[in-house]
């Protein structure tokens, strides 16, 4: 099922004269209960991409059809930003909307809270927290929005090996049980393979390649298959100049 149809999505900046297209003829199809990667060099157009879907900027042509006219759309960016005056609840608790009952926000945030493994921090503020642990409230808080659409513009790139595998695998459990369609934006190859169920490869704000992963969740990064599919996406973006 379709939640969104980008159809010949472009966006062309002018600089000192000189027009630049940033994203150039983009079709793509996001679907409920899919995780779609996106790798490319730096100012291959993967976060001006986001930023229009979120609508911080404007798109120069093409559509965006969403599949509902209230369609929501959630962000998680590298960064977690969370107000450091508020603790780890109430973070995640501005992201539910001012029409919602306090008796289903306190059973959401619960519920929520302890999913991403916050319970026993749900009163610590950002400095008394881990990186990961942030990281968590920021999708939480995204979650707690309950969106259609979940972006994220790289937000395990700032964590260490140990606790960004740790999130790759609890983001694969949360967000397909919740149902959602996911537009993940990386560097790291692997992390897109390992999560996606496809690969959408871009360079100079085009979709150069489209890799469909074939290998159904848990994923085993050591599998030979896995790793042929890895190969095969490093060396394309070997050749881009």
């Known amino acids: 099922m379709a939640v969104a149809v980008i159809k010949g999505l ?11 297209k940033a994203l150039a003829d983009i079709n793509l199809q996001l679907e409920k209960d899919r995780i779609i990667s996106i790798v490319g060099k730096s100012g291959s157009g993967k976060t001006t991409l986001l930023r229009v ?6 798109k120069s042509c093409g559509e965006i059809e969403f599949g509902s006219k ?25 992201g ?3 029409c919602l009952s306090l008796t289903f926000r306190q059973e959401q945030l619960s519920h929520y809270l302890q999913l991403l493994g916050l319970a ?3 009163k610590a ?4 927290i881990s990186g990961g642990m942030a990281q968590r409230t ?10 259609d659409i979940i972006l994220m513009d790289e937000p395990l790139s ?8 740790k999130l790759q695998q609890d983001l694969v459990n949360i967000l397909l049980d919740k149902a959602k369609s996911v537009l993940f934006v990386t560097h790291d190859i692997e992390e897109a393979i390992y999560l996606g169920s496809k690969v959408i490869v871009m360079d100079q704000g085009r979709k150069i390649r489209e890799f469909l992963v074939p290998f159904s969740y848990p994923r085993n990064r050591a599998d030979a298959a896995f790793y042929g599919l890895r190969n095969e996406i490093m060396q394309l973006l070997e050749l881009i100049n």
Do not use: S
């Not at 929501?72 to 501005?94: D, H, S, Y």
């Not at 503020?125 to 008394?128: D, I, M, R, S, V």
């Not at 700032?158 to 595998?165: E, K």
């Open 10 to 20: 472009c966006k062309t900046y002018r600089i000192a004269g000189r027009e630049i």
């Open 53 to 58: 879907l979120m609508g911080l900027e404007p």
């Open 70 to 94: 209230n369609a929501k759309i959630g962000t998680v960016f590298q960064e977690p930003r969370l107000m450091p005056w508020l603790t780890v609840e109430e973070n995640m608790a501005l």
């Open 96 to 98: 539910f909307q001012d």
């Open 120 to 122: 026993d921090f749900r």
């Open 125 to 128: 503020y950002p400095h008394q």
């Open 138 to 147: 920021a999708l939480g808080r995204a979650l707690c929005y309950d969106p």
């Open 158 to 165: 700032a964590l260490d090996a140990f606790t960004r595998r």
